[in-house]
């Protein structure tokens, strides 16, 4: 299947600190890419859904001057969380979306996670 | 709205012995329906989906899943079990196919605990 990468894989900060998690679709054309947070042993929340070359659509309840969502490009986009917290520790999950004509593929891949630890 | 329920948060098997990990869904539309699974600390993998089509779907690592309609359900089975498949499986719906703002629901995930 499509590979999604995401880097880092693991990150320590002190808090007030803005920490950087890039999502790379490596062999396909993301047009879509997702940002889910998940807690322990919990679902996926999807936080925001972002579109290459325009703004991120946040989901209800999720600060979008925190959680600074970018998708520069049809393999890369990135998750900024700012001024970070200790409750903003999680395990953070992107995903990018393969979306081929005339096959009508349309299949969400997921990148392996980030946790972020904030101190 | 779209929704999916997984009515187990474990299930343990013996190795070698069929798995059922169970799911429902409500939709207000045409179903599109897939399986994921979550090895500790890494992301998400995808098993298989429904789309359209056959009602028993057969992805990866051996497991497929029958679509049943009129009991909504989207079971995912494997006819022997292994230890390696031990992990946290999620069933996700979703709200439309093909469409940009298409997004994925999940279930609350059910952990798969595989016993030697």
């Known amino acids: 299947g499509a590979v999604v990468s995401q880097h880092p894989s693991r990150v320590i900060c002190k808090s007030g600190t803005s920490v950087k998690i890039e999502c790379r679709s490596l062999?396909?054309?993301?047009?879509?890419m997702f940002w889910y947070r998940q807690f322990p042993k919990k679902s996926l929340m999807l936080m925001a859904t972002s579109n290459e070359g325009s703004k991120a659509t946040y989901e209800q309840g999720v600060e979008k001057d925190k959680f600074l969502i970018n998708h520069a490009s049809l393999t890369l986009s990135t998750l900024t969380v700012t001024s970070a917290h200790p409750e903003d520790s999680s395990f953070y999950i992107c995903?990018?979306?393969?979306?081929?004509?005339?096959?009508?593929?349309?299949?969400?891949?997921f990148g392996p996670g980030t946790r972020l630890t904030v101190l | 709205a779209q929704s999916v329920a997984q009515p187990e948060d474990q299930v343990n098997v013996a190795e070698g012995n069929p798995l059922t990990v169970k799911c429902t869904y409500s939709?207000?539309?045409?179903?599109?329906l897939f399986w994921y699974v979550q090895y500790p600390n890494r992301g998400l993998q995808f098993l298989l989906k429904?789309?359209?089509?056959?009602?028993l779907v057969k992805g990866s690592y051996g497991f497929e899943a029958e679509f049943n309609k009129s009991q909504t359900s989207f079971h995912l089975k494997k006819p022997s079990a292994l230890v390696s498949d031990s992990a946290l499986y999620f069933c996700a719906v979703r709200d439309g196919y093909g469409g940009a703002t298409n997004k994925l629901i999940f279930g609350t995930g059910t952990l798969l605990a595989v016993q030697p």
């Open positions: 062999d396909f054309q993301a047009t879509t």
């Open positions: 429904y789309i359209t089509g056959d009602n």
């Open positions: 995903s990018a979306r393969q979306y081929r004509q005339p096959t009508s593929t349309d299949t969400q891949y």
């Open positions: 939709v207000s539309g045409n179903p599109y």
